[in-house]
């Protein structure tokens, strides 16, 4: 009996021992169902809020290509990156995903993604997207993700508030600081809006960092890649400037103490309602219109964020991802050149959102977006999984730890080298 | 031999299906971690892991965060312990009182434990809501505070309302537990030792209190281990924040392995975890034995 | 200042329903504002200045949860796996607690049982990934036997010894009387055991019950297909893309609780008698 007990529990270790080597993957749900193929999709949009029209564009495409059936399944963004990560991981991905930029360079180096640079090469409305967005989606010289929609930041404000005020719009960190000053004495809760939580507080912070020539990671070499801020006084002291930011208006009650919970669905929805006066966000904003009539109805968009040396902004391009172990690419390379397609833009990435440059641009938003679109940046090319998470903390660490701005800049330098460091890219 | 498997063959009849649930889903991957711990295993870098003997324990040891990390579990984990046992001894005594409406009062004490974690998390991270949250309105209002608190998301108070809201969350099974024992105690000793000139708290003590023992001890160690081990609860109320102050070590081992992709070293976290629990388990025994003892004598 | 005997009960009965009071008010306070909130029509439910009560109550969230999203589906799935994996580990707990109880003679059975809640150690965080991928080797991502096996793992050992505690009370010499008859074990359980053992098992299961309503980890890794989601991991769905959408969110809660609490209701007693008897020995 022990022996036969032994020899059972041999099988069961090795059973799960042998599913370490890949060699046994298997394929996903995706499998063809007779009449078509069915592609698995992963994203986070929610059919029931869905404002810009991915699902009509879904249903439009599956009426052009009756055999193709279209899985949606949704997430938030944090756990479908990390559904994301355990099922590519493991050999077991969706056939396609929408996801962030950030996210771009850690799937890539995992070896997941399937490039696309022919595909890509061979698409012959290439040169309707801008070269600035394929740059955004290239890593190592290899196209590794679609374009989706693009989401740049721009400067917004309630009209009224600041009419009312009877202040002026602020262009630099200064003037926002003294703009704030007096909106607060004139009784504004939010003067400014910041988010410092969620996949947005980094966001945010780059452009700042941006609009005072820094970079986050720069390239040494080929491939090697640095945060220089410690090895130059005058970028630290610079980076030092970005995190004071945060810390006056903190102090100087331009930001309410509130904030330093706050991610991205708090500042939006706060200033969709109007209890944030002034704030740096993206073209989604317009989609509260319908449901914040009152409170959006003075809200105008235009210029960069406030900024201190250059003027900057985060050219936010979100994005497909195919994956190197689906076993449907080409249907799902088909189904992406169709919503990169002027149709398909037309319908769920209109406007200001779409990542091509042939499409219409009237209106007061699309204008708006249009103008700034040269100031827009996107992260550097490195896997950001551990440099996001260490952004994020370092604004936390100003607003609400006793940690210095220069303590808080060296702190994060070190981090953003350290995460360099631990995928092998750090500049020696 | 023959006369083994007869008289044993039974025995390991009956833990078989049990056996092999356990190894299979549990002791599998329990080896798994632990022998990666030792691997320099990074997703982001593809090919094989590497062999680094002790330097996974090496740096994680020497990152200040792993302390604040322990040190936030051991406050997370006694500090919800230590409520849910005083609550739920509380309101065991009380609905063990001759009252009216028994029924419901006991209901509704069951009903916290019923709440699935997440629905439990996402309905307090809405009453703590600093903007918009019942809580900072009612405590305004009644003049308790004057100004609303950020309660999840300052660092002073993000660590008592976690536990808070694990306390709400898991007293209830004391409760029951407690009521259930207390229902065994034979009302004539009571009113004896009442005879005899005992008031309230010494009959609690002499009499009731040692009988909960037992039970105090399974429900002790076992909501050690669970609330030491608790992710889900944290992850939906703060996810660690702000600036690490709920971040425990079961947050920590989340966020190297799907955060950073560091599956060796968070490996070694849990292995430090489990080595953790062992300790805080051989101490609790120790302290028992030693009591029990001075008891005897 | 001496109190009569009366007076003094009477002071002492206050107190206790005062006492009493408050800690219903702890317990019930965050569902009756849960079901305050889902009444409210949006444009309250985000006020800067939340009041207690709405002056114009409406269905409007709890219609949207049961008709125009996945609920219905996610409840159906959550009983099922519920179910399923509160029978199959109280077949498992019962014969290994058995065991334990009565045969811990045999050699190993002590240690696997103690092994059983050395097991409870390692947190299930980091066993997420390589379970998944023995799930997904065994071809069980997605599916509820993926799902009631995972949760029967963790719920076993816990039931195994409250069932033993219970076992050890029943005496021995029912069973031995019914070994002279000629009995087999497997008989003796199901016979003698089991219907002695009617209120131990009922609380057992309500643990394994009210673990697997609430499972969330495991089914999050496992499951992929939104058809194939749990209440636990479902209810994110409700959390939209641009906001939390808090009105709907709680009406979800409040569908949630409303089940399980009913059951509890008519079980609870059984819960109470079951856990006596496995806990006094202690």
Redesign the interface.
């Known amino acids: 009996m022990k022996k036969y007990l032994l020899l059972l529990l041999i099988i069961f270790i090795s059973v799960g021992c042998s599913s370490n080597d890949s060699s046994s993957s298997e394929s996903n749900g995706s499998s063809d169902n007779g009449d078509g193929t069915t592609l698995e999709v992963w994203w986070n949009v929610d059919q029931g809020e869905d404002r810009s029209g991915y699902y009509d564009a879904i249903e439009k495409y599956q009426e052009l290509n009756q055999e193709v059936n279209i899985n949606v399944q949704v997430l938030p963004y944090e756990q479908l990156k990390q559904k994301l990560t355990t099922s590519s991981a493991n050999g077991n991905p969706p056939d396609i995903a929408q996801g962030l930029a950030e996210w771009m360079a850690d799937l890539n180096s995992m070896g997941t993604l399937h490039h696309l640079t022919d595909f890509v090469n061979e698409w012959d409305e290439k040169d309707s997207v801008p070269q600035a967005v394929w740059d955004s989606v290239t890593m190592n010289e290899e196209i590794v993700a679609f374009p989706s929609y693009i989401g740049t930041r721009a400067r917004m404000y309630h009209e009224d508030i600041i009419n009312e005020a009877d202040v002026a719009l602020p262009e630099t960190w200064e003037d926002l600081l003294t703009v704030g000053k007096e909106l607060k004495e004139a009784g504004i809760e939010n003067p400014f809006g910041i988010s410092a939580t969620s996949a947005r507080a980094p966001q945010e912070l780059a452009v700042y960092m941006w609009s005072n020539n820094l970079e986050i990671a720069e390239e040494i070499s080929d491939g090697a890649y640095q945060n220089t801020w410690q090895e130059d006084e005058s970028q630290l002291e610079r980076a030092t400037e970005v995190f004071q930011f945060y810390k006056d208006m903190l102090e100087q009650g331009i930001i309410s103490q509130n904030q330093t919970s706050w991610g991205y669905q708090e500042l939006d929805q706060n200033f969709a309602q109007g209890r944030v006066a002034i704030t740096q966000n993206g073209p989604w904003i317009q989609g509260y219109e319908e449901e914040q009539p009152e409170g959006m109805e003075d809200v105008r968009v235009d210029g960069v964020p406030p900024y201190n040396e250059t003027p900057a902004t985060f050219l936010e391009v979100a994005q497909w991802y195919v994956f190197e172990d689906s076993d449907q690419k080409e249907a799902a390379l088909e189904f992406l050149k169709w919503m990169g397609s002027k149709e398909g833009q037309s319908i769920y990435a209109k406007g200001n959102r779409t990542i091509r440059n042939d499409m219409d641009s009237e209106g007061e938003w699309n204008v708006a977006f249009t103008e700034i679109a040269e100031h827009g940046r996107s992260w550097p090319a490195v896997p950001m999984g551990g440099i996001i998470d260490a952004m994020t903390e370092s604004i936390q660490k100003v607003l609400l730890g006793d940690t210095t701005p220069e303590e808080t800049a060296i702190w994060l330098s070190d981090q953003i080298n350290q995460s360099l460091e631990e995928n092998n890219l750090l500049s020696e | 031999m023959i006369s083994?498997?007869k008289?044993?063959?039974?025995?390991?009849?009956?833990?078989l299906?049990?056996?092999?649930?356990?190894?299979?889903?549990?002791?599998?991957?329990?080896?798994?971690?632990f022998i990666k711990s030792f691997y320099e295993s990074?997703?982001?870098?593809?090919g094989d892991d590497l062999f680094i003997g002790l330097q996974n324990f090496i740096n994680v040891m020497q990152d200040p965060l792993f302390w604040t990390n322990v040190k936030n579990s051991i406050v997370y984990t006694f500090g919800s312990v230590g409520g849910e046992y005083v609550?739920g001894l509380?309101?065991a005594i009380?609905?063990n009182?001759n009252?009216k409406g028994r029924a419901f009062?006991?209901?509704?004490?069951?009903?916290?434990?019923?709440?699935?974690?997440?629905?439990?998390g996402?309905?307090?991270r809405?009453?703590l809501n600093?903007?918009?949250g019942?809580i900072n309105?009612l405590l305004m209002n009644i003049g308790i505070l004057d100004q609303?608190i950020?309660w999840?998301?300052?660092?002073t108070t993000a660590m008592f309302s976690v536990i808070w809201v694990n306390v709400?969350r898991s007293f209830?099974f004391y409760t029951?537990?407690f009521?259930?024992?207390l229902?065994?105690i034979n009302k004539n000793e009571l009113e004896a030792a009442e005879i005899d000139g005992a008031n309230m708290f010494q009959k609690f003590w002499n009499i009731t209190f040692p009988?909960l023992?037992?039970?105090s001890?399974?429900l002790i160690v076992?909501h050690l281990?669970?609330t030491f081990?608790n992710?889900?609860f944290i992850w939906i109320l703060t996810?660690g924040?702000?600036?690490?102050a709920t971040e425990t070590?079961?947050i920590a081992?989340?966020?190297e392995?799907?955060?950073?992709?560091?599956?060796g070293t968070?490996?070694a976290i849990?292995v430090l975890?489990?080595v953790i629990?062992?300790g805080m388990m051989a101490l609790y025994f120790w302290l028992q034995n030693k009591q029990e003892a001075k008891g005897d004598n | 200042m001496h109190l009569s005997r009366k007076t003094k009960k009477r002071l002492l009965s206050t107190v206790t329903y005062f006492f009493l009071l408050i800690a219903s008010i702890y317990s019930l306070f965050p569902i009756f504002w849960a079901f305050l909130t889902a009444i409210k029509p949006a444009d309250e439910v985000r006020s800067p200045t939340p009041t207690l009560f709405t002056a114009n109550p409406t269905l409007e969230n709890f219609r949207s949860v049961l008709f125009e999203t996945q609920f219905p589906r996610y409840f159906l799935n959550s009983v099922i796996v519920s179910v399923g994996s509160v029978l199959l580990s109280i077949f498992i707990g019962v014969l290994a607690a058995y065991a334990l109880s009565r045969l811990s003679k045999s050699p190993g059975v002590k240690t696997l049982g103690v092994g059983m809640l050395l097991a409870q150690m390692v947190p299930v965080v980091l066993l997420m990934i390589p379970l998944y991928r023995i799930m997904m080797n065994l071809g069980l991502l997605d599916s509820y036997t993926g799902l009631i096996i995972s949760y029967t793992v963790f719920a076993v050992p816990i039931i195994t010894w409250m069932l033993k505690g219970f076992f050890d009370t029943i005496p021995i010499e029912i069973e031995e009387s019914a070994m002279l008859d000629g009995c087999n074990k497997f008989y003796l359980i199901v016979r003698i055991m089991l219907p002695l053992s009617v209120p131990a098992i009922v609380s057992a299961g309500i643990y394994a019950l009210v673990h697997a309503w609430s499972e969330f980890v495991l089914t999050f890794t496992f499951v992929s297909d939104d058809s194939m989601r749990t209440l636990s991991t479902g209810v994110f769905n409700f959390m939209g893309l641009w906001i939390v959408d808090w009105g709907r969110l709680m009406a979800a809660a409040i569908l949630i609780i409303i089940p399980i609490a009913i059951v509890f209701t008519f079980i609870q007693k059984y819960l109470v008698s079951g856990l006596t008897a496995g806990s006094t020995k202690g």
């Open positions: 083994f498997l008289k044993h063959t039974i025995a390991y009849v009956f833990m299906p049990a056996v092999v649930f356990l190894i299979l889903l549990l002791l599998v991957p329990i080896i798994n971690v990074n997703l982001l870098i593809v609550v509380g309101t009380l609905l009182q009252i009062f006991r209901g509704a004490m069951i009903i916290p434990w019923v709440v699935p974690i997440v629905v439990a996402m309905t307090w809405w009453m600093p903007d918009y019942i309105v609303s950020n999840l998301g300052s660092e709400w209830p029951i537990s009521l259930a024992v229902q065994t009988k023992k037992g039970i001890i399974i076992l281990i669970w081990n992710f889900d996810e924040g702000p600036l690490n070590l079961a081992t989340y966020k392995a799907f955060m950073k992709y560091h599956y968070a490996s849990s975890m489990v629990l062992i």
